[in-house]
T-cell receptor, first 113, second 110 residues
């Protein structure tokens, strides 16, 4: 079974802090994605990566950056957390060049106070 | 305006009822996904389809490419089916990006 894990289920940070969210997948997938999920808005793509060191902006990249130094690991970085970044963050991965199923991690609920 | 529209947004059913959730999209797609999210839980892929119909247990997904519409059916619903059901479309291209609907919150009462 594909497994996608995220570093924390719940995280509370203060405004202005630098925040790292980590995602690891164990199926050698090429594609990895970071989404945020907000009530009434559904899932929105922040960034995705289709190969090591490759990244592309999604629909809402402002205030975020990403890093993919190894194929299995994709990190989301909030350079200076703000209260409007309070959300559920979900990582996903998929194989090759689509369409393929995406496999999701359990999510990190981030609260910025 | 979301390019993927789901209806209804909320649905309450009695155990045993037949349930239908609808999804419509605006332009041609390479595939459509149905996903399930239990409260506090991660998201699980139920189906990926590009034509016709797929069945898995009590769940059936259909898609009509000409009408740009898909339905998810649950037969003999059970309280454990209570979850958010999300439709997502892949508009093609090399990178497997998805556009998501806002989800349908289903509550099945015993």
């Amino acid at each position: 079974d594909v497994k996608v894990t995220q570093s924390s289920r719940y995280l509370v940070k203060r405004t202005g802090e630098k925040v790292f969210l980590e995602c690891v997948q164990d199926m050698d997938h090429e594609n990895m994605f970071w989404y945020r999920q907000d009530p009434g808005l559904g899932l929105r793509l922040i960034y995705f990566s289709y190969d090591v060191k490759m990244k592309e902006k999604g629909d809402i990249p402002e205030g975020y950056s990403v890093s993919r130094e190894k194929k299995e690991r994709f990190s989301l970085i909030l350079e200076s957390a703000s209260t409007n970044q309070t959300s559920m963050y979900l990582c996903a991965s998929s194989s090759g060049r689509g369409p393929y199923e995406q496999y999701f991690g359990p999510g990190t609920r981030l609260t910025v106070t | 305006k979301n390019e993927v529209e789901q209806s209804p947004q909320n649905l309450t059913a009695q155990e045993g009822e037949f349930i239908t959730i609808n999804c419509s999209y605006s332009v041609g797609i390479s595939a459509l996904h149905w996903l399930q999210q239990h409260p506090g839980g991660g998201i699980v892929s139920l189906f990926m389809l590009s034509s016709g119909k797929k069945k898995h247990g009590r769940l059936i997904a259909t898609i009509n490419i000409q009408e740009k519409h898909s339905s998810l059916h649950i037969t003999a619903s059970h309280p454990r089916d209570s979850a958010v059901y999300i439709c997502a479309v892949d508009y093609g291209g090399a990178t497997n990006k998805l556009i998501f609907g806002t989800g349908t919150l289903l509550a099945v009462q015993p």
